[in-house]
Nanobody
Framework: QVQLVESGGGLVQPGGSLRLSCAASGYIFSIYAMAWYRQAPGKQRELVASITSGGSPSYGDSVKGRFTISRDNAKNTVYLQMNSLKPEDTAVYYC???????????WGQGTQVTVSS
């Protein structure tokens, strides 16, 4: 039973920072790439950042230079450090493993990030 549990969200002012965590279980975490996604009300789910099994990161254009994805295979956890937050970053953030084209594990509950002054 695959489980993905996101945490670390909250309310921050523009320019602030948050660190999100995703605790994974039920699969061999270390051999899968992992990714963070976000979804705002009325919008499609968006890929935010991804990281290969070897630790190589990639970022969406809207977050480059501000967000950092990392992973700790010993803890089966992937992180998203978010700096210089903007109101347009407001969304529910989810993690998952894009195993192949269009295939994902079951989605967790996500964690809400709200950026507002």
């Amino acid at each position: 039973q695959v489980q993905l549990v996101e945490s670390g969200g909250g309310l921050v002012q523009p320019g602030g920072s948050l660190r999100l965590s995703c605790a994974a279980s039920g699969y061999i975490f270390s051999i899968y790439a992992m990714a963070w996604y976000r979804q705002a009300p009325g919008k499609q789910r968006e890929l935010v950042a991804s990281i290969t099994s070897g630790g190589s990161p990639s970022y969406g254009d809207s977050v480059k230079g501000r967000f950092t994805i990392s992973r700790d295979n010993a803890k089966n956890t992937v992180y998203l450090q978010m700096n210089s937050l903007k109101p347009e970053d407001t969304a529910v953030y989810y993690c998952n493993a894009p195993r192949s084209r269009g295939e994902y594990f079951n989605w967790g509950q996500g964690t809400q990030v709200t950026v507002s002054s």
